[in-house]
Structure formats: structure tokens, C-alpha cells
């Protein structure tokens, strides 16, 4: 048998030998079973760099940093005794780091996730809070009665 003969034609699959064989023009079988020990991590969908890498740092990671920004600066107007305005801040940071996630193909480290989970995440986080602190009491600016009547429901 020539070494011709042994390898396989344009199109077609190899054949792997059941033992393994040094040399050249042998196939090794691989096993089709995840390995006991992770050697490494796939980079989240979109966790690219946001910017050029010649860029500062900064400007590679302002996806992260607008959303970061916005959630900081609703943590000092609440410090500040504003509680509405800064969470509802803080929603919307979130919500526009669920929109960022969406509409942009790299936004650096705001990608923890698939694109899918991180959309999620961030925007029923954001919807919830936006919605909780526009019916926080006193006075609320929204009122849903269903909501009310479970809270009464649950706390009396």
C-alpha cells in the first residue's frame, strides 16, 4: 500500500484508526467530550475594544464608562437627598447600557455575557428600578392599583 493511497481524496472525510499512530499522514481521534479542566474563556460576543486599540483607554472602554458615570452621579444625587431623580437615573443608565448592548457591535467590558443575557439583565434591572422609584412613597408619580394591591396583599 503507497502513501497515496492512504490519504484521503479531495471531499472526502478521513478515516481515524481506532489506535492512535505516530507518523506522518495518521489522524489522532479526539475525543468529542468536553475536557474535565477549562483552559480557557471565550471572549463575551462584543467584548471587543469599543474604540481603535491606539486610543487611550478611555475612549476604548466609554460604553462602560457613560453607563458607570450615570449610575455614579444617581448615587450622589441620592446622596444629595434627591431619591427620585437619582434612581431614576440609575434606571436609565442601565436602560442605556441594555440600548448600548443592542445597537453597538463592541462595547468593551460592559459585554459580561451573550449579547442576549446582558440585554436582559440590564434592561429589566433598569426598567424595575426606574418603575419602583417612580412609585415610591411619598407622593408617587405613578400609580399602578394591581401593584398596590398585591404589596397590601403580601405586607398586611
Known sequence: MTAEASEPAAGEQPQEPSAPAA?????????????????????????GRAA?????????QWPLLTVMGGVGLGLLIVALDAFRAGTVLIGLSLLAGAFFRWALPEVGMLAVRSRFTDMLTYGLLGAAIVLLSLMAQPNPWVSI?????VVHFTVR
Open 52 to 60: 481603535p486599540g491606539a486610543a487611550p483607554a478611555p475612549a476604548r
Open 23 to 47: 507518523g506522518p499522514g495518521r489522524f489522532i481521534r479526539r475525543s468529542r467530550r468536553f475536557p474535565l479542566i477549562t483552559r480557557d474563556t471565550a471572549r463575551p460576543e462584543g467584548g
Open 145 to 149: 392599583p394591581f401593584l398596590d394591591d
